[in-house]
């Protein structure tokens, strides 16, 4: 069919045109970005390393592991690394400035943790230093702080006994080759971390949130996960060994029905497009009924006719797509940003930027079966009668 | 001025009938994701602050956002619940005031997976202060001291072996469930024993936070300002009201944000919709509206005949939005106190305060679709518009 | 006439319904019509004569009898076929022109052209030759709205000459025209049957513009009536 022809009908009523696109641009837009969303919820699943396990306490997320677990730890088969990993709950100057701030074993952190490329500073200073830091680009950029500075960080689990903050020099800054494992992430001393607990509420509040552990390639994980375990079957703080997609996954299932809940409002969204492109493709249909009579009396068949408004519905509306996931790779970055603390993985996959495009041109296609079927079959003598 | 008369605008809507009901669902799919984000921050709200009381006071350590952060060693707590003045106390004179641990515990659910729920540890007092708003359903209360707990209703029913008579184990210590009770707020998520006992099984050297009533005449800003830099016992104080509000304000912020975000970009496709509806309206009624014009109708009546059109639409729209939101309205569903990490159940809640805002929104809708058709409408040349068939 | 009809008509009955109502349109019809022939139909409304055109152009189909046009008959074939055959075979021209009003003169003209195996260029220049043909060539790059009805209505034509067909079918040319307009679009259908040899056959209430053909045949209640010749040519209908 002549796409000539489809071009003109579109442009012949370029108000309907441009608000059937735009609703289209504003749909897919909004499915791109609630899909997502969806699956940054999932990503740190997605993303976790096979080869990394972590010890928690059965009992709550909130109890801490005694120090003395890890050199028993150490001493199961198959296993690499241990490091200790505590969730430390602070934040810069005002409780909105928020983030993930976690006590570590500096020295074999980046073992551990590959995806951490060290791109200002240097790993050597940061181990070199007492209260040294080490910062994601993100969390750099946002509160402007560089290699070399001083920053003051307000413990809510662990405050200083003189209610100031805790203060960390930073010495390194990394980036992340994981979308999951965010850049919004300081990470400091064990080590100075005791020192100061050790000092201020003496020797019995040191603990561990977590222990993370490599495992060796080839070792069989359930098979270290059921060693560590058995070591701490009768207490004091029995242990739970998961795998790091297992320990993520207990966050992710936080979020409770919020996936469902996005899911739904895409549907309507879907839905409420759809019926939108039927619409207008039925205004199409009705006002342009002569001539079709026309076209058929010419002796256009029935397939022509048909594929007249398939093609014309597939542009307005793989038009509107196009334009939708690019306003959606857009706001990528700033949405990515904004969540990156609570959320971090916002990354617009190319799978939802093609389920985008498909929804779009299957809404056109749909859309266009309406009219394209009561076209084709409509007799041309009738057609030529009408009156428009 | 002559009024186009109201029949030709209904007849209008019937006539082109699959675009009217074309454009009323569109904007009723619109109107119900809104009316069913507002549900659901109904629902949150109505569970956080609708039962947090005024005449309660939470007390945490300074600092912390939320009792899993809080601590209090059992000379502060001791302080703070027999030595505070503004405290109201119960007919032999022992103040109502109660230190609590809470410590949210992975447990198993019923349908497999794992949960954190709260685990309270509560003092007898916890019950004086509450009395009324905790209601046993079924067993009894456990004994003080003893190695038994209550658990709320939504839990029982979500969280293996949390029935009467079944044993919950925590950490290594086994507990017997004796009672379900209920509570109209976020409590009854929650799991609650004799504090002491708690303390020792879960191995908490600490207790998270102390509640106490106020006497009526007590100052809670006074009271807040004295303690935040006691030297013996510092503390942050807040009514059980502001407490829970700093609790949800994350979520509902979220919610809200959600909501308006929703709004614009799906009123923004519902608008045009409802402009290219209207258009069509127009276009199909040029040789009409030419006759009217002619006959002595002012365009101003004609462009108000098609906003009241547009307007209709925007009503049909909210309405069924409303009907297709209506069903949601008790729906359960959960999600995560963020403080805490712990689980909270809540029903979305179609009140009519967010049939109300439905509608408005829907109006609004159809007052923007309208605009634009009815100011072309009000622009045709009469001659013009006779010619034209 | 030793050679065959090019147009026979057999015994052909259609009805309509309306409204639960039975309306017999054509009456167990024949007619017979030669090749080169220019011919107009008249009647009263109702009285069958554009079902009879649209039945002879393959755009409608009888309940029973035959329609032959040289050796296809149509009353037999399905829908997709009867596009096909429209297509090689049939140019119609109406009383409202149908041209698409998106499109140009020759676009519009190029239109039937893009259902036969021609290249673009060949679709051109073929287009080009039909609206000089009727005088247009100038208004090539004209849309419909912006050409006189008489122009419109050449326009219409070209459209319908552009594949060369066998047959011109044209329901009620002049219905919408002008006295002058008309005139030269009924100057332009005998030039085309003169000069060109096609075939016409044009349905039409303007007793003026059937005088320009070569045989007028009057239908009444869907039966065939008499013939008339008025330009005295020896074309041969004949009627059973």
Known sequence: MSLKLVWRFLLSHPVRSILTCGSIVVAVFLLCVLRTTVVALGSSIEAAAANRLVVQSSVSLFVPLPLSYQPKIEQVDGIEHVIKWTWFGGYYKDPQNFFAQFAVDAAATMEVYPEMEITEGSYDAFLASRQGALIGRDLAEKYEWSVGDRVPIIGTIYPRADGGAWEFDVEAIYDSRNPAFGEQTLLFHHTYFEEVLKAEQGPEALAAGVYIMRIEPGTEPTTVMAAVDALFESGPQRVQTTTEAEFNRQFVTMFGGIPTFLSWIGGSVLFAILLAAINTMLMAGRERTRILGVMKAMGFGSGSVFALFVVEAVVLCGAGGLIGVAFAKLVETPIAVALSTMMPGFVLTTETILAGLAVAVGVGLVAALVPAIAASRLRPVEALRAEV | MALVPFKYTLRSLFVRRSATLLTVFGTGATVAVLAGVLSLNKGFEALFEAHGREDLVVFLRPGAQSEGESAFSDDRADILLKSLAEVATNASGAPLASAESFLAVRLRKTDGGETNVPIRGVQPATFAIRAGEIRIVEGRNFQPGSDEVIVGRPVSERIRDASVGDVLTLNTTPFRVVGIFEHDGPLDSEVWGDVERMRVALKRPVYNRVLAQLRPDAEVAALAARLEDDRQVPAKVQTEREYLRNQTGMLSGALQFLGFFLAVIMGTAAVFTGTNTMLSALASRVHEIGILLSTGFRPMAISLAFLLESLLLGLLGGVVGCLLALPLNGVETGTTNWQTFTEVAFAFRVTPDVLVRAVGFALILGLLGGTWPAVRAARLDPTDALRRR | ?240
């Open chain 3, 1 to 240: 006439m030793s050679e065959q009809a090019l147009i026979r008509v057999r015994d052909v009955t259609k009805t309509y319904r309306r409204g639960g109502e039975e309306l017999r349109v054509l009456e167990e019809l024949s007619l017979e019509m030669q090749e080169g022939s220019f011919y107009a139909l008249m009647g009263p409304s109702g009285s069958g004569k554009t079902t009879l055109l649209n039945l002879v152009g393959g755009l409608d189909r009888a309940d029973s009898g035959e329609v032959w046009v040289g050796d296809d008959e149509l009353n037999g074939m399905a829908g997709a076929e009867l596009a096909r055959w429209r297509a090689d075979h049939v140019g119609f021209v109406f009383q409202g022109f149908n041209l698409i009003p998106v499109l140009t003169a020759r676009e519009n003209v190029e239109l039937p052209l893009k259902l036969a195996p021609i290249g673009a260029k060949r679709r051109r220049e073929q287009a080009e030759y039909a609206l000089e043909l009727v005088g247009l060539a100038d208004r090539a790059k004209h849309r419909p709205s912006q050409l006189s009805g008489g122009q419109e209505q050449r326009v219409a034509i070209a459209r319908a000459l552009a594949t060369d067909p066998l047959l011109l079918l044209a329901d009620e040319p002049t219905g919408d025209l002008d006295r002058a307009s008309a005139d030269q679009i009924l100057d332009l259908l005998q030039r085309l049957n003169g000069e060109l040899s096609k075939t016409i056959l044009m349905v039409t209430h303007d007793p003026a513009a059937a005088e320009r053909a070569q045989t007028i045949v009057h239908l009444d209640k869907g039966r065939l009536g008499r013939l008339e010749h008025p330009a005295a040519a020896p074309t041969a209908t004949t009627g059973s």
